[in-house]
């Protein structure tokens, strides 16, 4: 079945240093890529929308400087933390919509940021 | 806004118990998601619903959408320590492909 690739599973950095997260479609082109933030214990919130070849749509409240959202091309999106902070350390998450009959939705394996 | 209320948040039940999980909104939905994701890990798809009313089981476990498409419900017979985790909802409102809105999540734990 489709696959979405997510990497790094996790990642420790220190304050100030930015991350860069990839999420990569295996065997089907991803026009479009949600990524999420999900805090212990809570649910998945939207960040962004990531759309190949045009700049990101932010969910109200999420800093577009500080996560930087990268869709080049079909299989590939990226998200950048820059100048990471303690409160930026969380689980992420990509997604991406596909046609089987019905829309579905795949969802990366997550990252667990640490900022130290 | 569109809002997904999913109760309850966290449950606590011993093996062999039945329990049910509600996501309920104002807003209609295309179609609407049953996740279930294990700590460290992505949500998997359990199940998807699209008709207003349709019941679909997946072994003990059994989702309905309401007839308006407003709300779910999945119901767990038997629960059994492997069913721990957390349960999430989640709706399509677009039918197109567009972001999901997600529920608050319940977080199961069954006792042996």
Aim: with cysteine; aromatic share 10%.
């Amino acid at each position: 079945g489709a696959v979405v690739s997510q990497h790094p599973s996790r990642v420790i950095c220190k304050s100030g240093t930015s991350v860069k997260i990839e999420c990569r479609s295996l065997d089907f082109q991803a026009t479009t890529m949600f990524w999420y933030r999900q805090f212990p214990k809570q649910s998945l919130m939207l960040m962004a929308t990531s759309n190949e070849g045009s700049k990101a749509t932010y969910e109200q409240g999420v800093e577009k400087d500080k996560f930087l959202i990268n869709h080049a091309s079909l299989t590939l999106s990226t998200l950048t933390v820059t100048s990471a902070h303690p409160e930026d350390s969380s689980f992420y998450i990509c997604s991406a919509p596909l046609v089987t009959g019905d829309w579905s939705y795949t969802f990366g394996s997550g990252t667990r940021l640490t900022v130290v | 806004t569109q809002l997904l209320e999913q109760s309850p948040q966290f449950l606590s039940i011993q093996e062999g118990e039945n329990l049910t999980v509600y996501c309920n909104s104002s807003s209609v939905f295309s179609s609407l998601q049953w996740y279930r994701q294990e700590p460290g890990e992505g949500p998997v798809l359990l199940v998807t619903v699209v008709t207003g009313g349709e019941v679909k089981k997946l072994k003990r476990l059994t989702f309905q959408f309401g007839d308006a498409r407003k709300d779910s419900s999945l119901h767990i017979t038997a629960a059994q320590p492997g069913d721990t985790g957390l349960y999430l909802c989640a709706g399509d409102v677009t039918g197109q492909g567009g972001k999901l809105i997600f529920g608050q999540g319940t977080e199961l734990s069954v006792k042996p």
